[in-house]
């Protein structure tokens, strides 16, 4: 279990909740096979709490949307592509028409156990947490994820936390909780499945207090709609985007140093030349040299101001959220 230590600002949306009400959001694309079954164990992991099951199509060819309503979900087809576009669809769906305190995601194709959910709500409601996140790694059933899944999710995992500096372990985790209080943290910009990693990297500059839950993973009814190589390289771009925009003085610092480096490099051959004889012959390597140093300084430039831009905007955020989620009758 993983607790963010970031300074908050703010600790009213981690005030315990007596009786949470719960809405779960189910990003479904053609999963007729898988949806019912989701929906029904849905309903008996809930059992006993107030809750709305809201299912966001993603247009999709076969029964999806039918078999869904029959079972008595609220189904919302998404107006933005992707799985992150019905996320969000789903959330503001959620938030807009029904006022919950808790939002939940999960999967339409079986794969995660609706009964752990339960136990990504608990911390919320005891108000130790403002967003969970399921773990699968802690008793992974290796058939339930292929080998070259495993390895992306590690690679990626292995980057997302170094560099945007995240607490998570399984950060591609698709069965999380959050105080739906916060919901206006996720921005939601990134397209498919990127969106479960900027979806930490923006928990994380809000400060939300984040915890990890051991959950059970188990093998998808229907056809996987991932394509690990696309979808991978979409969240590795999207790992360098958050980089420039949540971190720009790393990101623009080493871009720095990297032409700072080869333009040194091919200055001292230049400069060596000139102090043994006086003269300078590799005209190219000078002008190739001054350039190199000159787009050193023009990166390290653009990082102090894509820092003092992040800084305004950050500022600007918290008092946003102050005003927002302070425990107050009106
Ligand atoms: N509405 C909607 N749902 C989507 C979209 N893309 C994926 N989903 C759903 O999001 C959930 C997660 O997608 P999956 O295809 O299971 O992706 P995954 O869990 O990373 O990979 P596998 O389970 O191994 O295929 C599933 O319920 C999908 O049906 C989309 O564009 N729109
Ligand atoms: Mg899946």
Same mark, same amino acid.
């Given at each position: ?23 779960? /959001?189910?990003?479904?694309? #053609? ?23 809201? /299912? ?19 189904? /919302?087809?998404?107006?933005? $592509? ?66 070259? #899944? ?56 809000? =400060? ?25 390289? =979409?969240?590795?771009?999207?790992? !360098? ?11 623009? !610092? ?30 190219? =390597?000078?002008?190739?040299? =001054? $350039? ?13 101001? $894509? ?24």
């Amino acid at each position: 279990m993983t607790t963010s230590t970031a300074m908050r600002f703010d600790s009213a949306s981690l005030r315990p909740l007596a009786a949470p009400r719960v809405a779960v /959001v189910i990003p479904a694309l #053609n999963e007729e096979g898988g949806i019912g079954n989701v929906i029904d164990e849905v309903k008996r992991a809930l059992d006993g709490t107030e809750f709305r099951i809201i /299912v966001v199509d993603g247009r999709s060819s076969d029964r999806t949307a039918v078999v869904a309503r029959e079972r008595g979900a609220a189904v /919302v087809t998404q107006r933005v $592509a992707g799985y992150g576009g019905a996320l969000m669809t789903g959330f503001t769906v959620a938030v807009r028409r029904w006022n919950p305190d808790v939002l939940v995601m999960i999967d339409g194709d079986g794969t995660y156990d609706p009964a752990d959910i339960p136990k990504l709500i608990e911390p919320i409601a005891r108000g130790d947490a403002e967003l969970v996140v399921g773990n699968r790694l802690k008793f992974l059933d290796k058939s339930a994820m292929s080998g070259l #899944n495993r390895f992306g999710n590690r690679l990626i995992t292995g980057l997302a936390r170094r560099l945007l500096g995240l607490e998570v372990e399984d950060t591609q985790c698709g069965l999380r909780a959050f105080s739906a209080d916060l919901v206006g943290t996720f921005i939601g910009s990134a397209d498919g499945m990127a969106f479960a990693t900027e979806m930490l990297a923006d928990a994380k500059e809000a =400060s939300m207090v984040i915890t990890e839950v051991p959950i059970t993973y188990r093998k998808r009814v229907g056809d996987a709609k991932m394509r690990p190589i696309t979808d991978g390289a =979409s969240i590795l771009r999207i790992v !360098g985007r958050l980089l420039r925009d949540y971190k720009p003085m790393l990101f623009f !610092g080493l871009l720095s140093l990297v032409c700072l480096a080869a333009g040194l490099g091919f200055g001292f051959r230049v400069l060596s030349e000139f102090l043994a004889t006086g003269h300078v012959k590799e005209i190219p =390597s000078a002008i190739l040299s =001054s $350039a190199l140093v000159v787009l050193s300084i023009q990166f390290f430039s653009l990082g102090l101001v $894509a820092d003092m831009i992040k800084g305004v905007g950050r500022r600007r955020k918290q008092v946003w959220e102050m005003g927002v989620r302070g425990d107050v009758d009106l």
